[in-house]
């Protein structure tokens, strides 16, 4: 780390750099320093507000050291806990370990739902028509009676039932295999 600038630095950021100097930490990036302050300074504003908060209930209208000692003491005990003793943490591990695994039924691996459960094969859906006679609808003998009492009928009154065009939406999957 270049130490360019370091004459204009404010003092709070020489000591960070001392610090990450002693650990035997010679490169970072420059914003660590400014991380490590701006965490720094959180840390102090929150232990002198519950000084502050722990003087006034006690009727103090200043905080001294016995408030800031609390203040740490509370901010470490709810911030770190301490893990358990080795001798508990081996204790448990004995009584654990005396369960053994259940047998693996499958192969290696993950198992997987069926293939026809899965989400990821692909699906494609088709519009297929409908099939209908290819034969002209037959003339009834209706038809042949409105045709002899108008022989010019008009063509936008005409109505006839001619086959629709009309599609069916099928969708299956790629790759599933059909049951038997």
Not at 130 to 156: C, G, V
């Amino acid at each position: 780390m270049a130490d360019g600038g370091e004459e204009a630095m404010p003092k709070d950021a020489k000591i960070v750099k001392e610090l990450l100097k002693s650990m035997s930490v010679d490169e970072y990036e420059p914003r660590v320093v400014n991380q490590f302050l701006e965490l720094w300074y959180r840390y102090v504003a929150d232990v002198l507000t519950d000084a502050q908060v722990y003087s006034e209930h006690v009727g103090k209208s200043t905080i001294d050291s016995d408030d800031v000692k609390l203040a740490i003491q509370s901010k470490v005990n709810s911030s770190f806990s301490q893990p358990p003793p080795r001798e508990v943490l081996l204790e448990l591990a004995k009584s654990r370990n005396k369960i053994p695994l259940p047998k693996s039924i499958t192969g290696p691996g993950i198992p997987l739902p069926p293939e026809q459960d899965t989400l990821i094969s692909p699906n494609y859906q088709l519009a297929i028509p409908k099939r209908h006679n290819s034969q002209p609808p037959e003339e009834t003998k209706d038809d042949e009676e409105i045709a002899e009492l108008n022989p010019n009928p008009d063509p936008s009154r005409v109505t006839r039932d001619l086959p629709q065009e009309t599609s069916q939406r099928v969708s299956f999957p790629l790759g599933a295999k059909h049951p038997r």
